[in-house]
């Protein structure tokens, strides 16, 4: 009887949060598109998103382009197929890697940082107050940062493509001995307009799931700098997992036959 | 005094968290122009009466009029309106630390009243003077201040859209009894500048003498004594007396009780 009340429990909670998450979710975009808008908050957003990401997302391309080259080399020169090094790397990065990795470190930079930022705002009345003073939480708080990583993702997932085929290249030409202008010629002559616009909307999606986890999280925290603390993991790790398993649907949705 | 209208209007409030009930019923009513201190040990329904009423919390069932218009279930633009004729000293202030001293004053007059920066920072400026903070405060941020200087702040902070009642939330919790004086004095000051109606909590019974106009007991989510501020030591109500000699035998002695346990 305790087993079916405990497994009860945990379903009737499953159900109340997803709920809750869906709400927050519909009320937070239905905020984006009406006014008043806060300009100003999404540009910080955009430069804290975008811009302050770009190292962190640069030098995981470039090395993961780099690590990609050596592994293909050493498993394509088993059948005398190294001339499609080029061709893997950049399919495997712009489809894959490049929005999926991107996506996990900045779910660990941003999202940890939104849901502490939230979080702390909650318990210590901050968000009370902005009701108070007559400004909506979820327009001028959630808003903005679902914006914002919507937006940004992409434009690192983009810079991370060209870091990351970099990378390969560098590897392919200066340590593998590949002719520059045939690995080049190779990289162009399988990609195509799908294979980086896939990434670009995965990346859009990570970016929104990212800042719905920090901020869903962040809002909802409660009791102090523990709730916080466990408000901050918990971003963490749901976007972590959103962003794999909605990799695969997107990918499912591209590239299935 | 009796002759003034209602400002504020409380029938019947009831909320609770799970099986705890917090508020039972409570009426209580704040006349335009008064100062009106709500007194209480601590876990008897204090704070959760004040977020009913400017709107953080949403009651079970009861009603809150405020300028008789009824504010429960009120929400979105409706509530905003209702919002900008309130202002709120937080417990523990609540600045917006990401925001500089001058921007946490002027927060509502740019985000809500859509005044421009320039002039959004002059009453600001104002403001912050008017609580005793020299313009070169102005800069800083909250983490970079005393909390008896944010308790200003966030003081200027609620007398800045010029609203028509002011909420104090335990304004002197966490300050030195000088700093309280201080923080009281303002309060009483803006109070009477601003010809706003207002509504505090707190315990400490100190400051509700300076601050009030009138004093109502709460115990057990109920107003159990409302009265002058001046027949408070003559109220002949058993929860009155034990709270503001601070005695621990009383009627109730079983709240102070579950309170250690805590």
Known sequence: ?257 | MSAAPIKIAIRGLTKSFGEKHILRALDLDVRAGESLVVIGASGTGKSVLLKNIVGILTPDSGSIKIDGEEVVGVTGHARDRVNRKLGMLFQGAALFDSLPLWENVAFSLMSAHRIGRPEARKVAMECLKQVGLQKENAERFPADISVGAQKRVGLARAIASGPEILFFDEPTTGIDPVMGDVIDGLIVKCVKELGATALTITHDMESARRIGDRVAMIYEGKIVWVGDVDRIDSSDNEYVDQFINGSIDGPMSALIAGNEGR
């Open chain 1, 1 to 257: 009887m305790r087993l079916l009340q405990a497994i009860g429990s945990v379903f009737l909670n499953f159900l109340t949060s997803t709920g809750r998450l869906a709400l927050f979710t519909g009320l937070s975009v239905s905020h984006i598109v009406r006014p008043p808008f806060y300009p100003r908050l999404l540009l910080r957003q955009i430069i804290d998103i975008g811009y302050y990401s770009l190292p962190v997302v640069g030098l995981t391309a470039v090395f993961t382009g780099m690590v990609l080259a050596l592994q293909s080399y050493s498993g394509f020169a088993r059948f005398n197929a190294e001339s499609a090094i080029a061709t893997v790397v950049v399919l495997s990065i712009t489809r894959e890697l490049a929005p999926v990795l991107a996506g996990l470190m900045v779910a660990g930079r941003i999202g940890a940082a939104m849901a502490a930022e939230i979080g702390t705002m909650r318990v210590t009345e901050q968000i009370d107050a902005l009701s108070t003073l007559s400004t909506n939480p979820y327009k001028y708080l959630v808003a903005p940062r679902l914006l914002a990583g919507f937006i940004m993702l992409p434009c690192c997932v983009l810079v991370a493509d060209i870091i990351g085929v970099f990378g390969g290249y560098l590897i392919s030409v200066h340590k593998l001995g590949f002719n520059p202008a045939v690995y080049l010629k190779n990289t162009w002559q399988f990609l195509e307009v799908i294979d980086v616009v896939s990434g670009l909307v995965k990346a859009g999606v990570f970016g929104f799931l990212i800042a719905l986890m920090g901020c869903y999280h962040g809002y909802h925290s409660r009791g102090g700098a523990q709730g916080v603390g466990s408000a901050t993991t918990n971003a963490v790790v749901s976007a972590s997992i959103l962003i794999l398993a909605s990799n695969y649907l997107i990918t499912e949705a591209f590239f299935a036959q």
